[in-house]
């Protein structure tokens, strides 16, 4: 009896600890949210660099990178983009104010929420999503406003691991229906890449007067990311 009571406190204690930790990667905060960003920046890094590599060999005057963290990949998007100005966004204050312990020439840092950034519209060349995407409440309102910001020939970059996709989006990970469903936003998939478990896509914006018809787009795509409820909008 006592075991069991021992095995049911563990299995309690781990999944609080779960839970906390998802917290934390969804909003650092405290020092826990420090060391858990500087881990991942050894885990999706080299996803970022190799994202990167994905884009066209072309130059982007103004450069948005949103849910920064510690402000990692914001600094691979300067050493890629040195005469670029970068901006880089986090809900997180705890995450801005590492990120901004950092800071370099024409690099910049704010607490902004993705779903209302308040920059004026078709501000930036280039808007970069990291690891980041799944986690935001409503998917269907960021990228509405991520397209905002985007200039008219302007380019849109999502990569993450793919299994996040598989558990956190499940409808949108085949590349047709993600297609569709972009389509509804005025946005177009024009590439997919995939690699050892990454995958990353490439999405430009269409004019609003010549968006075509998404007929296909189902509701039920428009819901909220798994694990959150309206209570959660912020």
């Known amino acids: 009896m006592v075991v069991m009571s021992t095995i049911v406190a563990i299995l309690i204690l781990c999944r609080l600890l779960l839970k906390h930790l998802a917290a934390q990667s969804k909003h650092p905060r405290g020092r826990i949210g420090v060391w858990m960003m500087r881990l991942w920046n050894r885990a999706y890094l080299p996803m970022v660099e190799w994202s990167l590599s994905q884009l066209p060999r072309r130059s982007f005057e103004n450069i948005l990178d949103t849910g920064v963290g510690n402000g990692a990949s914001t600094a691979l998007l300067h050493s890629r983009f040195p005469r670029s100005r970068i901006i880089g966004i986090d809900i997180s204050e705890k995450a801005i104010a590492e990120a901004e312990r950092n800071r370099t020439t024409n690099v910049f840092f704010d607490v902004k929420d ?121």
């Open 114 to 234: 993705v779903e209302d950034t308040g920059y004026p519209g078709e501000s930036f060349d280039l808007v970069c999503a990291f690891q980041t995407h799944f986690h935001w409440p409503y998917l269907e309102n960021s990228l509405h406003e991520l397209r905002r910001l985007m200039a008219d020939d302007g380019l849109l970059i999502i990569a993450c691991e793919q299994k996040k996709i598989s558990y956190f989006l499940p409808r949108l990970e085949q590349d047709d229906d993600l297609r569709s469903w972009l389509m509804a936003l005025d946005l177009n998939l024009t590439q997919t890449v995939r690699r050892a478990g990454w995958v990353a896509y490439l999405i430009e914006r269409f004019p609003q007067q010549t968006a075509p018809a998404a007929e296909k787009v189902s509701r039920g795509l428009c819901l909220p990311a798994r694990g959150f409820s309206e209570s959660s909008l912020r």
